[in-house]
């Protein structure tokens, strides 16, 4: 699976770079997202602008994922779904499992309001 990665001070960017995020790559998928709990930042952005089409484990995948992270107080928060994609999840019901904003900028907001809230939970 081919991904861009970008690191800020907060968090990844991870940009997945394929037309089509399916079943047979969810191994993969999980792996690549999960291997960014280990390190700091913790957080991470999932850029899927270039995705023009995602299977049902695909999916259930990154809202696995995206429980995971949140369950070791990380953010993961997903952005840029084609409207496709997000009418495709919308009818799985799976985007309101989803953390999902519509572009770069709003992701990083989030990312950082998570932060901060966590930051005073301590």
């Known amino acids: 699976m081919k991904v861009k990665i970008d690191t800020k001070e907060k968090f990844h960017i991870i940009t997945i770079e394929e037309p089509v995020l399916s079943a047979n790559m969810t191994g993969d998928l999980e792996h690549t997202l999960l291997s960014f709990l280990a390190g700091t930042p913790r957080n991470l952005v999932i850029n899927l602008e270039k995705v023009q089409k995602i299977d049902d484990a695909a999916a259930a995948t990154i809202v696995s994922v995206q429980q995971a992270f949140y369950d070791t107080d990380s953010s993961l928060v997903i952005c840029s779904l084609s409207p496709e994609i997000e009418t495709y999840l919308d009818e799985k ?30």
């Open 93 to 122: 019901e799976l985007l309101e499992l989803m953390n999902v904003t519509d572009t770069e900028s709003e992701a990083w907001d989030i990312v950082q309001m998570e932060e901060i809230e966590r930051e005073l939970d301590e």
